[in-house]
């Protein structure tokens, strides 16, 4: 299957006060995997929106149907961590630490809170 992918926005699009690069990273990558379909319909569209440029990520989330779906995973995944074992919650958050300590600029530190 021959698909031509649109023009996306770099990292430093997602740079904001108190996020650094490599959380910068890590929030288009996100919007990467919503793009390709593993968040349904509403939210692929909302993020080939935001990486394409047509629309920034603030804005995003004061378009009624974009925040609706989000605030729903956000509630579903917030269920899950809560669910889920403290050792299983530990592994990921280490995880966590690891991708943000790789990606260089000192993630790490900001990366320890727990939920």
Do not use: C, K
Not at 47 to 61: C, Y
């Amino acid at each position: 299957m021959n698909t031509v992918r649109e023009q996306e926005v770099g990292h430093e699009e997602f740079l904001a006060p108190g996020r650094d690069r490599a959380q910068a990273r890590a929030v288009r990558r996100g919007l990467q995997e919503m793009a390709e379909g593993g968040a349904g319909e509403v939210l692929q569209e909302m993020a080939r929106d935001i990486l394409s440029g047509r629309i920034g990520l603030r804005e995003a989330l004061r378009v009624g149907p974009y925040a609706t779906a989000l605030a729903e995973r956000v509630r579903a995944a917030h269920a899950e961590w809560g669910a889920m074992p403290a050792a299983d919650r530990e592994r990921h958050m280490a995880e966590a630490r690891r991708f943000l300590a790789a990606q260089g600029d000192g993630g790490e530190a900001r990366g320890s809170r727990t939920a």
